[in-house]
C-alpha cells in the first residue's frame, strides 16, 4: 500500500509563494498520474493540478499561471510550487492519484494559511 506525506505548508503573506512536497513509499509515483487536491473549511475536496506519466499538466482555472507541479523521479516526489498566493487558496493540501483513479490512502495533508 502506498504512504503519502504531504510537507511545505505554512503561513504565507497574500502574494507570496510556497512549494509543496509529497513523498511517497511503496509505489513509484512516475508511473501514475499524481495529482494535488486542496480542502478549505466547510468544502469539499477540490481538484488542484495534476502530471500525466508523459509529463504533461493539468490545473484547476483557480490556480492556472500561478501554481506548477512537477516531479522527481529519482527523489519519488511531486511538488506543487504556489506563487502570487490569495487568501482564497488557503486550505489543506493533499496529492493523490489523479481524478477518476480509486484513490490511494489518503495522508495527513499539509496546512497552507494565506493571510491578506
Known amino acids: 500500500q502506498a504512504q503519502l506525506v504531504e510537507s511545505g505548508g505554512g503561513l504565507v503573506q497574500a502574494g507570496g509563494s510556497l512549494r509543496l512536497s509529497c513523498a511517497a513509499s511503496?509505489?513509484?509515483?512516475?508511473?501514475?498520474?499524481m495529482a494535488w487536491y486542496r480542502q478549505a473549511p466547510g468544502k469539499e475536496r477540490e481538484f488542484v493540478a495534476l502530471?500525466?506519466?508523459?509529463?504533461?499538466?493539468r490545473y484547476a482555472d483557480k490556480v492556472k499561471g500561478r501554481f506548477t507541479i512537477s516531479r522527481d523521479n529519482a527523489k519519488n516526489t511531486v511538488y506543487l510550487q504556489m506563487d502570487s498566493l490569495k487568501s482564497e487558496d488557503t486550505a489543506i493540501y493533499y496529492c493523490n492519484v489523479g481524478p477518476g483513479t480509486t484513490p490511494w490512502y489518503w495522508g495527513q495533508g499539509t496546512q497552507v494559511t494565506v493571510s491578506s
Open positions: 511503496g509505489r513509484t509515483l512516475s508511473m501514475y498520474t
Open positions: 502530471m500525466y506519466v508523459s509529463g504533461g499538466t
